[in-house]
Nanobody, 124 residues
Framework: QVQLVESGGGSVQAGGSLRLSCAVS????????MGWFRQAPGKEREGVAG????????YYADSVKGRFTISQDNAKNTVYLQMNALKPEDTAMYYC?????????????????WGQGTQVTVSS
């Protein structure tokens, strides 16, 4: 079991940037994938980006490709989401998640552990 704590959310104007962090404690070696998800009010939770913890391969939702970058610092057991060129439609609660699945996925059901979330608000 792992514990996840997100930080770095806030309010920013459209076109701005934020970097989210997810600190992971517990059995990090048991994790195959880390993912970032978001959920806006009245909408379903959607996958944003994912990374394989050992190979470092990354994948993104089409809506954020070219604007968001997921990365990790394995020495610190921390995963980041750099968000550039933010748009008002990026406004949501952002969650990090850890999964033991063997294939990459941006489906929430593939992930086992979740953080409490950090709010991102983008104003126009």
């Amino acid at each position: 079991q792992v514990q996840l704590v997100e930080s770095g959310g806030g309010s920013v104007q459209a076109g701005g940037s934020l970097r989210l962090s997810c600190a992971v404690s517990g059995n990090y070696l048991s994790i195959n994938y880390m993912g970032w998800f978001r959920q806006a009010p009245g909408k379903e939770r959607e996958g944003v980006a994912g990374i394989h913890t050992r190979f470092g391969t990354t994948y993104y939702a089409d809506s954020v490709k070219g604007r968001f970058t997921i990365s990790q610092d394995n020495a610190k057991n921390t995963v980041y989401l750099q968000m550039n060129a933010l748009k008002p439609e990026d406004t949501a609660m952002y969650y990090c998640a850890a999964g033991r699945q063997i294939v990459r996925s941006l489906l929430p059901g593939a992930y086992n552990s979740w953080g409490q979330g950090t709010q991102v608000t983008v104003s126009s």
